[in-house]
């Protein structure tokens, strides 16, 4: 079974600082794509970036990157010079090919002035 | 353009009733699929469906039921309800999965 664990359930940063929130999963398949969501207070969920596996290079999104570990099963994101709107519920989430996306518990991350 | 369009935004229930969650979208997406967000749980899949006319149960699939008549709609039916159920339950849809799924807003829902 395919498992998606994220160890740290909150991170503060200061704002314009760098923060790395980690992502590990467990799976034997070998193609399938990862993905950070982010939650604001209004609930919605929405899509940070997304890597696909068979692509070595890290995706990268503005201020957003990923380090994309495969060997390790390792997928953690770089928020660079954090805003105060940064300030949310990131999820990590794995899908391969039977539609079903798992999702990490959740790191809450507060960006402070 | 709505997106993935959720009703009710809350609901509270009282144990043994059943109600039907709505969700639509209007991207023409195949992928739809039913979420529960719980404290230190992340999403878990209720059911999800690859096109009109089929259905398939995720990981949480008791006390749900689901049928996808249109591409568009993909409603959420809880049977009887029961406490375990209080939850926060999203909708979400994907031209393909692997492409990342769009969320809708979501549904508080309790149940007493």
């Known amino acids: 079974a395919q498992t998606v664990t994220q160890s740290q359930p909150e991170m503060s940063v200061q704002e314009a600082e760098t923060v790395t929130l980690s992502c590990t999963y467990d799976t034997s398949e070998n193609n399938y794509y990862l993905f950070w969501y982010k939650q604001p207070p209004s609930r919605q969920m929405i899509l940070v970036i997304r890597?696909?596996?068979?692509?070595?290079q890290n995706a990268t999104e503005n201020r957003f990157s990923v380090n994309f570990q495969k060997a390790a099963k390792s997928f953690s994101l770089k928020i660079s010079d954090s805003q105060l709107g940064d300030t949310a519920m990131y999820f990590c989430a794995f899908w391969w090919n039977n539609n079903d996306m798992r999702f990490g518990a959740g790191t809450r991350l507060t960006v402070k002035p | 353009n709505a997106g993935v369009t959720q009703t009710p935004k809350f609901q509270v229930l009282k144990t043994g009733q059943s109600m039907t969650l709505q969700c639509a979208q209007d991207?023409?997406?195949?992928?739809m699929s039913w979420y529960r967000q719980d404290p230190g749980m992340g999403l878990r899949l209720i059911h999800y469906s690859v096109g009109a006319g089929i259905t398939d149960q995720g990981e949480v699939p008791n006390g749900y039921n689901v049928s996808r008549s249109t591409t568009e709609d993909f409603p959420l039916r809880l049977l009887s309800a029961a406490p375990s159920q209080t939850s926060v339950y999203f909708c979400?849809?994907?031209?393909?999965?692997?492409?990342?799924?769009?969320f809708g807003s979501g549904t508080r829902l309790t149940v007493v």
């Open positions: 991207m023409n997406h195949e992928y």
């Open positions: 979400a849809s994907s031209y393909f999965g692997q492409t990342g799924y769009t």
């Open positions: 890597q696909e596996a068979y692509k070595q």
